[in-house]
């Protein structure tokens, strides 16, 4: 079965704390994205990583960091720079700037 | 800098109806426009992209247009079944960029 998994699907994280999300996807995509998704608001890009060991920020990187040291994987540490962190995160993958594929999501919340 | 809209917030409808969601954007530079459906607390489910040398894709009941020099897409869900109800989003790939610029939904209610 092809697709994009995320885990977990909930995430608690205390005052101070780093936490790192994964990213997971066998479809073979070129790309891969971060999202964080806020009630009433779109979704706004964090990093996005168009090939193995490249990177760059969003609209909204501070106080997130990424890596992509293998094409299936993208994962996104949430470090305790991140004064707002509590939202769902949602990731995606594409073959270059066509059609992108999204996960299930991870819900943080800040305890 | 892309902005993109959507209008109404929320549409409720009785099952049945033929119904239009509306998108519209600043920047006609676009390199697709795609739609997405979302359930309570789910990811996103890719429904139809449109690249911009395209007017129009269909999908089942689905039919999406795009009008660049106008700035709006439109999403037509013919015959609505309450397993339609979910959050419609449209998002924007400006050419030059691998970004999507996201509107902020419409939240879709079917009533049996």
């Known amino acids: 079965d092809g697709g994009i998994t995320q885990s977990p699907k909930y995430l608690f994280r205390k005052e101070g704390q780093n936490v790192t999300l994964s990213c997971e996807q066998n479809?073979?995509?070129?790309?891969m994205y971060w999202y964080r998704q806020d009630p009433g608001q779109g979704l706004r890009l964090i990093y996005y990583?168009?090939?193995?060991?490249?990177?760059q920020k969003g609209d909204i990187a501070e106080g997130y960091s990424v890596s992509r040291e293998k094409k299936e994987s993208f994962p996104l540490t949430v470090t305790s720079a991140q004064k707002n962190p509590t939202a769902f995160y949602l990731c995606?993958?594409?073959?270059?700037?066509?059609?992108?594929?999204f996960g299930p999501g991870t819900r943080l919340t800040v305890l | 800098k892309q902005e993109v809209t959507q209008i109404p917030a929320a549409l409720s409808v009785p099952e049945g109806e033929n119904l239009v969601l509306n998108c519209s954007f600043t920047?006609?530079?676009?390199?697709?426009l795609q739609w997405f459906r979302q359930d309570p607390g789910k990811g996103l489910t890719s429904l139809l992209l449109?690249?911009?040398?395209?007017r129009e894709q269909t999908s089942g009941r689905l039919n999406a247009s795009l009008d660049k020099s106008s700035g709006r897409s439109t999403l037509y869900i013919a015959a609505s079944q309450p397993g339609d109800s979910a959050t419609y989003l449209c998002?924007?790939?400006?050419?030059?960029?691998?970004?999507?610029?996201f509107g902020t939904g419409t939240r879709l209610l079917v009533s049996p």
């Open positions: 920047d006609s530079a676009i390199y697709n």
């Open positions: 990583s168009q090939i193995v060991n490249d990177f």
């Open positions: 998002a924007a790939m400006n050419t030059g960029f691998q970004k999507l610029v």
């Open positions: 479809l073979n995509h070129d790309a």
């Open positions: 449109i690249q911009s040398s395209q």
């Open positions: 995606a993958s594409s073959i270059s700037v066509q059609e992108q594929f």
